[in-house]
């Protein structure tokens, strides 16, 4: 499986961004997908995550509320619509896929980072 994300950018506290990350491989629709970022000196960190049917989600309580994660079997592809943004959410933003128990961790594929940048 690999996976492409794009998306990022720079954008004002408040404003809006929307991430993808198109997979290719037969297997996608039976993978869990999630978003990871990882900002300057911090380790990576959970964003959100959907399982393989789209009826479950899971989000980092940071983000909660902001960010809506959403899967387009179709398209192979998995969103990140974010709103709100902060300061705070500036990080590279990577996707990832994977048969997993935990959707917080253990997915086997990683694609390429997009960069976010909120400026105050």
């Known amino acids: 499986v690999q996976l492409q994300a794009s998306g990022g950018g720079l954008v004002q506290a408040g404003g809006s961004l929307r991430l993808s990350c198109v997979a290719s491989?037969?297997?996608?629709?039976?993978?869990?997908m999630a978003w990871f970022r990882q900002s300057p000196g911090k380790e990576r960190e959970f964003v959100a995550a959907?399982?393989?049917?789209?009826?479950?989600?899971d989000y980092a309580d940071s983000v909660k509320g902001r960010f809506t994660i959403s899967r387009d079997k179709p398209k192979d592809t998995v969103n990140l619509q974010m709103v709100s943004l902060q300061p705070e959410d500036t990080a590279i933003y990577s996707c990832a896929a994977g048969w997993v128990k935990n959707l917080r961790s253990n997915y086997k594929y990683w694609g390429q980072g997009t960069l976010v940048t909120v400026s105050s």
């Open positions: 491989g037969r297997s996608f629709s039976t993978y869990s």
């Open positions: 959907i399982d393989l049917s789209g009826a479950i989600t």
